[in-house]
């Protein structure tokens, strides 16, 4: 993972279960979170493995300890990078990306459940793949919508899908924080920052 900076963004722990991982959150050189969604979460043996290679300065610990033959280190609960790591600017188009860009919510109704992926103008009538023609639905929205305009399936979109920038998946991204949050990582986590700004 250490080897190449670009994948320092994709080996997150996803579901940091308590304690028992013990996942060390990585702030990029200007302490602010690499990621938020997922949010830049390493296992200890990675924030280990960082710190002996120096890439990292240590910020907080967890109270446990590793022993290697030679030495006891207490694990890292917080790491920032030595060397920056530039934001990528373009969001991947991924299933994913698609649906944290619209909050997991159906784009016609706003229903939450039972999310699919629905071509606005239909790839029937050339309709293409894109950020802008691509958005999350509900099964019943996506049927009722069918082969339809959006004209003439009665549907109205919430707001008009276009390709988002990183700092707005950031912010989409804080809204859905992992369901552990160890207490120190919470100086350099905002989740309560207005958004809507
Ligand atoms: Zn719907």
Not at 129 to 139: F, G, I, P
Request: net charge positive.
């Amino acid at each position: 993972m250490l080897d190449d900076h670009g994948d320092f963004r994709t080996h997150f722990v996803r579901e940091p279960a308590g304690l028992r991982h013990h996942p060390a959150l990585v702030l990029n050189a200007d302490f602010r979170p690499l990621s938020y969604y997922p949010l830049s979460l390493w296992p200890w043996q990675e924030a280990i493995k960082a710190v002996v290679l120096d890439r990292v300065q240590i910020i907080a610990e967890y109270d446990e300890v590793v022993r290697s033959q030679k030495e006891a280190i207490r694990i890292p609960s917080v790491v920032v990078l030595k060397d920056f790591v530039k934001p990528q600017k373009r969001v991947a188009f991924t299933r994913f990306n698609l649906f944290l860009r619209d909050e997991f919510c159906c784009q016609y109704c706003g229903a939450r459940g039972d999310l699919t992926f629905d071509h606005v103008v239909p790839r029937s009538r050339g309709g293409v793949t894109s950020w802008e023609n691509v958005v999350a639905a509900c099964s019943p929205c996506n049927l009722k919508k069918a082969n339809k305009s959006l004209r003439n399936s009665g549907l109205r979109l919430r707001r008009p899908p276009r390709q988002p920038t990183t700092e707005e998946m950031h912010a989409v991204g804080r809204r859905f924080p992992p369901n552990f949050l160890h207490e120190s990582w919470m100086d350099y986590l905002y989740w309560d920052t207005e958004l809507d700004s």
